[in-house]
């Protein structure tokens, strides 16, 4: 069981920003920046085009819901979307509220933030998400 199959299924704690019966997602714990999320399908799939068509097309849509959410809890010009993938073998989209294009550069020093403060916005949005 993948690193992220095991948060999916509660396993391993994480900061979950939304849910449905195929997908998760969660502030990913290294972040670029504030509101980093990761979305995954909990179906255990490497590499994310290698996920069925409906698949990958549902995962998409369930991204896009969680951007929606992200944008309202971290205000930025665009939340980015990235798939790297070349750190955990479990497929995920890297959800990234950006000021500048800056935000996406993947080699950047990363945040530290406090524990409440990663709660606070996983709480935040995951309220957003059930709204929409
Ligand atoms: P990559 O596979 O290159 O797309 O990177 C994997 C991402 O997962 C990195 O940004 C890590 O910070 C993040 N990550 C790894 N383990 C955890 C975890 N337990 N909780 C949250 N994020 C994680």
Not at 105 to 116: D, S
């Amino acid at each position: 069981m993948s690193i992220f199959s095991k948060i999916a299924a509660g396993e391993i704690p994480s900061y979950k920003c939304a849910e449905n019966d195929e997908f998760y997602a969660f502030l990913d714990i290294n972040p670029m920046v504030k509101g980093h999320t990761l979305c995954i399908p909990r179906r255990e799939v490497d590499y994310i085009f290698d996920l069925e068509d409906d698949e990958i097309a549902r995962f998409q849509v369930f991204a896009k819901k969680v951007a929606v959410a992200l944008k309202k809890v971290c205000p930025c010009v665009k939340v980015g979307q990235a798939v790297l993938g070349l750190e955990v073998p479990h497929a995920h989209i890297h959800l990234i509220p950006m000021q500048s294009e800056k935000d996406m550069l993947f080699n950047k020093p990363k945040l530290q933030l406090e524990q409440e403060e990663f709660q606070r916005i996983a709480d935040a949005v995951y309220a957003e998400f059930q709204k929409l």
